[in-house]
């Protein structure tokens, strides 16, 4: 069996299962936010009844994320709902979002230091909160009710996303029936090189499977290259599996997975205990791909479609008027790191906005010194325009007041985002251009849309 199968015949308590194959599947983890959780919970009352109680408070998390730190009266309305349907049901992971999002001073005892806190619970971008959190656990099933819930595949778990009709009976009885997606290898081998990131290469893939080429399938990625690559990179690789139209995106266990999973359960005190899925000898495969990452070049997903591959360099000749550095996908610390290394000493010549993924990822960047300079110094300094409202603000566009939202037609935007369907980050008639940190930083840099070896 390949991994997918693996954790689903586990779930679905069976010795082995095969591709096509309609199973029972155990949840151990069901996530939902602010645009699908209302909906979620209304089929859940309306199949279960009005005083039904979910099949386990322990294990349903839910994060506000989305339309969040706007004045548009529906989106507040959402969190209100979420936040009455869990002192209902007594949900215990609810990451609520606060008013004031620069907080106080406390003692960190873990870090035996001094650090910001933004609110309790506040979490940021639900994917990237989860595994921060301590809620992805490899050999795990999590679904979500959000396509890029295949983002957790990074721990060697199923993580699919799934509609709010499913989300509602997962709430109800913890289970669902799944058909067993065939799997498709990608063997990655090599090491990237500089200038060249993780996001280079999941758009590597989608470029050579197009945008619909993993539908309902799983995509595998392993092989010797994984080594080189950190939780972060093979986060954003998972991340973008549904680009490509996949059920999920899974990477094998090792002891990196091991130090990051065992650290963030500890901190935050959730499940301890998890079984990984080993892959077998003999695996059956749908399709196989080699992926040499030392051969990869900056890349960059042309409007309207993440399969829309060409080279960075090939594309000087388009001019920007915006460049976007933010998401689950682009917003992790690592994400604004490479970033800043380009930016570092220069300035951006278009508007540029920098959104951290999570709370977690502006303490770093506001406490990580290069010399004098935190990282997050270095960004505004250059011209960024940061937020401390860690969320995925424009990357689905949202309410005209979020925050880097594309509010004029004609704009094109460079992106580290996950997806440039028209109208995807505002306006209809504006252009988002896929790419890594790195090569949105070189861009910002020049207007054009730009390799980051120019700057290395
Ligand atoms: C709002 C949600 C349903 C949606 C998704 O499922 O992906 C969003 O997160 C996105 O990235 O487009």
Redesign the pocket.
């Known amino acids: 069996m390949t991994l997918t199968e693996k954790v689903l015949a586990r779930a679905a308590g069976r010795a082995r299962v095969e591709a096509g194959e309609n199973i029972w599947v155990k949840a151990d983890i069901l996530m939902t936010?602010d645009?699908?959780g209302p909906g979620t919970i209304g089929v859940f009352k309306r199949e279960f009844g009005p005083n039904a109680r979910v099949w386990d408070p322990k294990a349903i998390v839910i994060i506000p994320d989305?339309y969040i730190f706007t004045a548009d009266s529906k989106s507040n309305r959402n969190v209100d709902i979420l936040r009455e349907f869990v002192k209902e049901q007594g949900i215990e992971y609810f990451y609520d979002v606060i008013d004031d999002p620069n907080g106080v001073w406390r003692f960190d005892p873990v870090k035996g230091m001094l650090r910001r806190q933004y609110g309790l619970r506040y979490a940021g971008v639900c994917h990237t909160a989860l595994p921060e959190k301590g809620h992805t656990r490899p050999g795990e099933v999590l679904f979500g009710?959000?396509?890029?819930t295949c983002m957790a595949g990074a721990f060697n778990e199923f993580a699919t996303?799934i509609g709010n009709t499913d989300a509602g009976f997962v709430m109800g009885t913890g289970r669902l029936l799944l058909k067993v997606p065939p799997t498709m290898h990608f063997y990655l081998e090599g090491r990237l090189q500089p200038g060249v990131m993780a996001k280079d290469v999941i758009l590597h893939i989608i470029g050579e499977i197009g945008f619909d080429g993993a539908t309902y399938r799983a995509m595998q990625f392993d092989g010797p290259g994984v080594a080189h690559l950190s939780m972060d990179d093979r986060m954003t690789i998972a991340n973008m599996a549904?680009e490509a139209g996949a059920k999920n995106g899974i990477f094998p266990f090792d002891a990196r997975t091991a130090e990051y999973v065992e650290a963030r359960t500890r901190l935050n005190n959730t499940k301890r205990t998890y079984e990984p899925v080993e892959p077998d000898k003999d695996q059956k495969f749908i399709y196989e791909l080699v992926v040499d990452l030392s051969r990869l070049e900056p890349l960059v997903a042309c409007h309207p479609d993440p399969g829309r591959r060409k080279k960075a360099k090939e594309l000087g000749h388009i001019r920007l008027d915006r460049a976007y550095i933010g998401s689950c996908t682009g917003g992790k610390a690592s994400d604004f790191v490479e970033a800043a290394r380009i930016l570092r000493g220069r300035k951006v010549v278009i508007d540029t906005f920098g959104v951290p993924a999570t709370p977690e990822v502006v303490r770093e960047l506001q406490t990580t010194f290069w010399g004098c300079e935190s990282i997050w110094d270095v960004l505004v300094n250059a011209g960024v325009q940061m937020t401390e409202n860690a969320s995925?603000a424009a990357?689905?566009g949202g309410p005209v007041d979020t925050f880097g939202r594309i509010n004029r037609p004609g704009i094109k935007c460079i992106s580290a985002t996950?997806?440039n369907f028209p109208g995807r980050m505002g306006d209809k008639e504006s252009e988002v251009y896929l790419a890594s940190p790195a090569t949105v930083a070189a861009s910002a840099l020049t207007g054009r849309i730009t390799d980051p070896r120019e700057f290395l």
């Open positions: 936010h645009v699908c989305h009710t959000d396509s890029h996303g549904i995925c990357c689905l996950n997806r």
